[in-house]
């Protein structure tokens, strides 16, 4: 049984196709990286997973319960690590697991607790309010109060956004510990590295639909190739480099200040300039070459 | 699973316990020492002045029996209100909480509950204060009182809550205080009888959830009648609708 079922599933909100006929299946044990800019409908769609937001129309099926209706039954056996942090910061560490702990009706609170704070890194801080914590600490006690009934789902909603890099690999830490326990992951982002670190599968959004998906190698070597060479120019350079580029059949795409020639192992002599920048073709490139918007 | 369970209606109101140990200092403080100040400025001021008897009874015994409405007011719809409102617009904590089994019906219920259990015990500091320190005789029926302003301040709490979440902006609030919650505190029979009032305010005063309150405590304190069967029906009516309201506007607030 698929952990995650969406079919041609649509939301939207005034004018806006937030998600637009979506079409999404994750099996149980996997881990999936929801990959796209801000916009792409990723915060939307796992709103539509928990109930808190409801499909205009479409199938929408989590842990063998078909929403919304069962969207309740589905929070159950779910766990959500939230974008924003919205811990209860005047009361103690230990008193924010407990009261999750009881509201996702673990039957034994304190094991519960103590099982969260270990996770957490947390046991000696037990008692103390959370704004006392660090920004890393924070986050992991997040981690911790999603995964407090040890969940069989978990939904990670950019997990590390606005994080600095040390408390990032905290929480990656956190993220690969899950994935050797088998639990199902999917998990929304906008970071390439954190994508291709942590997904098993990758699922690229834009404007509300999959555009492609597989394992992140994979991907890049079906639309990217091997080697992406990026080329710093004057805008007339770049624009001659670009032309003869893709005069020569190569994929080129914006990259900033640069151009980026895709698969330029596979280019001529004399399309890439000797001063080009040479790099593994990554997801970014793939993305994109597909949906022509940069992820930020 | 089965709707208004009481693992999740209990384990919202233990987050809120949980909160409440962190500021009940200052709550119980102006709780206490607020109708002590308002009992001294128009029992004791007034009373010894301008007014010494209101129907047969000592003018701060009026008031310290009126001022459990006041009491009950102010610590169930503002903290319904702002509460609610904090919890969801700054704080996210209700992305938090609906994230796990728990459903709008089920947060409302808690939410209610809990403002509904510290407005029951606030409003009797009132007359505790009257009973002790300005002569008042207490009587058996004032064991209802509890339950009277527990009834009460659910319905404010709902409405609270209902407001929380139909405004946009914080400061819209003002519109609420000024021109429902002012008045209704107001004309509520706590400071001066609604008798003398004209006839269409005397109307609109029955229609307020407070005025029956009072109406209530000073049955306890004084001797109760057939008709006060009547206003406690209306109070657990008021608070059934405001019940449903609420967790109809909060809906649309929160689920997208």
New interface residues.
């Given amino acids: 049984m698929a952990a995650i079922e969406l079919r041609d599933v649509v ?1 939207t ?1 005034g004018a806006i196709r937030a998600v637009d006929g979506l079409d999404l299946e994750v099996a149980e044990g996997l881990c999936l990286g929801l990959l796209g800019p801000n916009g792409a409908g990723k915060s ?1 769609t796992m ?1 539509l997973l ?5 499909a205009d129309s479409g199938e929408l099926r989590v842990l063998g319960h078909e929403l919304p209706g069962g969207a ?2 589905a ?2 056996e779910m766990g ?1 690590v ?1 974008q ?1 942090d ?3 910061i ?3 560490v230990e ?1 924010n697991l ?3 702990a ?4 673990c039957g034994d609170v304190p094991a519960a607790v103590d099982r969260a704070l270990d996770l957490a890194r947390l046991q000696d801080r037990r008692r103390d ?1 959370v704004d006392e914590l660090s920004g890393g600490m924070r986050r992991r006690l997040l981690v911790a ?2 995964l407090i009934h040890e969940p069989k789902l978990v939904l990670l909603d950019e997990p590390t956004v606005g994080l600095d890099p040390q408390i990032r690999a905290q929480v990656w830490d956190l993220v690969g510990e899950l994935r050797a326990q088998g639990t199902t992951i999917l998990m929304s982002t906008h970071y390439i590295e954190e994508a291709e670190r942590l997904a098993e599968e990758v699922a690229l959004m834009a404007k509300g639909r999959i555009i492609a998906r597989g394992r992140p190698d994979l991907l890049i070597a079906e639309h990217a190739g091997e080697r992406t060479a990026e080329v710093y120019a004057p805008p007339e350079r770049r624009a001659k480099v670009r032309a003869e580029a893709e005069a020569a059949g190569l994929s080129v795409r914006p990259a900033g200040p640069a151009i980026a020639i895709v698969g330029a192992e596979r280019a001529t002599n004399g399309v890439v300039p000797d001063d080009a920048v040479l790099r593994p073709a990554s997801l970014e490139d793939v993305f994109v070459l597909l949906t022509g918007e940069e992820l930020e | ?1 089965r709707r208004l369970e009481p ?2 209606i ?3 109101m ?2 809120e316990v ?2 409440f140990r ?2 009940w200092k200052s709550t119980v403080f102006s709780s206490t020492v607020e109708p002590i100040v308002y009992l001294l400025a128009f029992g004791l001021g007034l009373g010894a002045t301008i007014v010494t008897q209101i129907d047969g009874l000592d003018y701060v015994e009026f008031v310290g029996t009126g001022m459990v409405a006041t009491a009950v007011i102010f610590s169930s719809v503002f903290p319904a209100m702002f509460g609610t409102f904090v919890k969801h617009r700054f ?3 209700y ?9 709008v019906e089920e947060l409302v219920t808690a939410e209610m509950l809990w403002i509904g259990l510290r407005a029951a015990v606030f409003g009797c500091f009132p007359l505790l204060i009257t009973i002790l320190f300005f002569g008042l005789d207490p009587e058996w029926g004032m064991f209802l009182v509890p339950f009277f302003c527990f009834v009460t301040s659910l319905g404010f709490a709902g409405f609270g809550i209902a407001v929380a979440g139909t405004v946009a902006k914080i400061d819209q609030f003002n519109y609420v205080t000024t021109l429902l919650i002012t008045p209704m505190f107001l004309v509520a029979g706590t400071f001066f009888p609604i008798d003398e009032l004209p006839e269409g305010a005397q109307v609109v005063a029955n229609f307020n959830p407070l005025y029956q309150l009072v109406e209530l405590v000073r049955a306890a304190a004084f001797g109760f009648e057939a008709t006060d069967l009547i206003r406690l029906g209306v109070l657990i009516l008021f608070a059934f609708v405001a019940w449903r309201i609420a967790i109809r506007q909060l809906t649309k607030r ?3």
């Fill in positions: 939301k909100f939307t709103r928990t109930g808190q937001a409801i309740k039954d929070r159950a959500v939230p924003l919205n811990l209860d005047d009361v103690t008193d407990r009261i999750f009881r509201l996702y009706r309010a109060r999603g | 699973m693992a999740a209990t384990g919202v233990s987050r949980a909160n962190t500021f704080q996210n904590t992305d938090a909480i609906l994230a796990a089994p728990v459903d929160l689920i997208d």
